[in-house]
C-alpha cells in the first residue's frame, strides 16, 4: 500500500442530497393533496336551495360537523348515511369536544336538500339548541349558480 502523495490531499466525503430533495417536494405535494380531500368533504349531492342573500363560507378555525339532509329525509355526514339518534350523538360529542373553547361550542353546517321536508331541519336545530351549539350555517347556491 502506498502512502498518499505529499502534495494531492483526499477529498472529503461529499452527501448528495438531490434524492433527498426530490423525496422531500413529493411528500410536500402529497400532504397538500390529501389536505384539500379532507376539507372538501365527501358529501352526498343534494340540490340546495337559491338564494341571493347567501355568503361565502368564511374560514373559520372551530370544529364543525357538516350534515346533509337528503330529498327522502334521511341524514349523511361524510357521505355515510346515519340514523337521527347517530346524528344527534356526533353534535353532542361536537358540543363537548376538547378542541372547543368554553364559549364557542363548534359550528353545525347543514346541507338540506330543497325538496326535504323542515321537520328533519328542525330537529337537527333541537339537537344542536340541546347541545348549546349556537352556530348553525345552511348551505345554499346563489342564482344562476
Known amino acids: 500500500m502506498r502512502p498518499p502523495a505529499l502534495g494531492r490531499q483526499r477529498s472529503a466525503f461529499r452527501f448528495n442530497i438531490t434524492p433527498?430533495?426530490?423525496?422531500?417536494?413529493?411528500?410536500?405535494?402529497?400532504?397538500?393533496?390529501?389536505?384539500?380531500?379532507?376539507?372538501?368533504?365527501?358529501?352526498r349531492p343534494?340540490?340546495?336551495?337559491?338564494?341571493?342573500?347567501?355568503q361565502p363560507?368564511?374560514?373559520?378555525?372551530?370544529?364543525?360537523?357538516?350534515?346533509?339532509?337528503?330529498?327522502?329525509?334521511?341524514?349523511?355526514i361524510g357521505g355515510q348515511l346515519l340514523s337521527q339518534d347517530s346524528v344527534v350523538q356526533r353534535i353532542q360529542a361536537l358540543a363537548q369536544s376538547p378542541e372547543t373553547?368554553?364559549?364557542?361550542?363548534?359550528?353545525?353546517?347543514?346541507?338540506?336538500?330543497?325538496?326535504?321536508?323542515?321537520?328533519?331541519?328542525r330537529q337537527l336545530i333541537e339537537a344542536c339548541a340541546d347541545s348549546q351549539i349556537t352556530s348553525i350555517r345552511?348551505?345554499?347556491?346563489q342564482p344562476g349558480e
Open 20 to 43: 433527498m430533495i426530490d423525496v422531500v417536494f413529493l411528500l410536500i405535494i402529497f400532504f397538500l393533496v390529501a389536505s384539500y380531500f379532507i376539507r372538501s368533504e365527501h358529501a
Open 46 to 54: 343534494v340540490s340546495l336551495p337559491q338564494t341571493p342573500g347567501g
Open 57 to 76: 363560507d368564511a374560514a373559520d378555525n372551530r370544529p364543525h360537523l357538516t350534515v346533509t339532509i337528503e330529498p327522502d329525509g334521511r341524514y349523511s
Open 101 to 121: 373553547l368554553p364559549n364557542e361550542r363548534g359550528q353545525v353546517r347543514i346541507r338540506a336538500d330543497r325538496t326535504a321536508r323542515f321537520a328533519e331541519v
Open 138 to 141: 345552511f348551505a345554499v347556491v
